[in-house]
């Protein structure tokens, strides 16, 4: 069998056209809808900011002054894992300041921020979404093109017999899947970010307040004195 090896190259094209037409037609499928039974009732996300039909990637940046910044460390790491989540950074400063990453489930997010301020005095707050709707349905559409392809390259190499047209085959089959591995590895890291919001949280140690000072009869005299020592050396300053 003397078949030209270009030939793969053109059925290659073609497969490509093929199913890039037949996915595009195909649309989107949301990684929640994806998750769930067809007949579980869809759960509306109700807080403001959060639009519906879009894929956001929830974050929180939170800074907040606490009475016992090593007992609230420990509730809120034991509260974090309860809930579902994990602690993904931890770092301290001799014990006074914490400066830790939690990540939490998508649909405890907003609940969860609030129990977090409710710890402590904040002292700064941002929250935001990303909106990933566009990069999630492209990645989609480029990763269920590769598979497809993939699997007709699988079967072409079944039934080639020529050793130049299997090379071709492997070469563009190995390709294919090194794409497919990538685009599987980005869209991990997607749907993490869907559905484990980040929350970056800086404890802070609150310093006690100071008794006032008071100051018996010789108190008093001494401080007069330092008065009167220090304006005959410094009359301004």
């Keep these: 069998m003397n078949t030209p090896v270009t030939r793969w190259g053109a059925v290659a ?12 037609n195909k649309g989107f ?6 998750a769930e039974p067809a007949s579980a009732p869809v759960e509306q996300v109700s807080s403001v900011g ?9 974050s929180a ?14 509730e809120l790491n034991a509260r974090i894992v309860a809930l579902g989540g994990y602690v993904e950074e931890k770092s301290d400063y001799q ?16 609940s969860t921020v609030s129990e977090i301020e409710q710890s402590g005095k904040v002292l700064s707050r941002s929250v935001k ?10 990645l989609d559409t480029r990763l269920k093109t590769n598979l497809a392809l ?9 039934k080639a017999r020529d050793v130049k047209d299997i090379l071709q085959i492997e070469t563009e089959l190995n390709r294919v899947q090194t794409e497919i591995d990538a685009m599987e590895a980005r869209m991990r890291i997607l749907n993490d970010q869907i559905h484990m919001s980040v929350i970056r949280l800086t404890l802070l140690q609150q310093t006690p307040p100071q008794s006032p000072t008071i100051y018996g009869p010789l108190g008093y005299l ?3 004195v330092e008065w009167v020592v220090v304006k005959l050396f410094v009359i301004r300053e």
């Excluded at 499928?29 to 994806?34: G, H, L, N, T, V």
């Excluded at 014990?95 to 907003?110: S, T």
């Excluded at 993939?150 to 079944?158: A, I, P, T, V, Y």
Aim: net charge negative.
């Design 29 to 34: 499928e949301s990684p929640r809808a994806a």
């Design 95 to 110: 014990g006074m300041n914490y400066n830790l990453v939690y990540r939490v489930p998508d649909k405890l997010f907003d």
């Design 50 to 58: 959060r639009p519906e039909g879009r894929l956001l990637a929830w």
């Design 13 to 24: 094209l073609a497969l490509c056209l093929t199913l890039l037409g037949g996915c595009s």
């Design 129 to 138: 979404g990303k909106d990933v709707t566009e990069q999630y349905v492209d």
């Design 150 to 158: 993939r699997d007709r390259f699988r079967d072409l190499l079944g």
């Design 61 to 74: 940046d939170l800074s907040v002054e606490v009475v016992d910044v090593d007992k609230t460390v420990a």
């Design 222 to 224: 001494y401080k007069g």
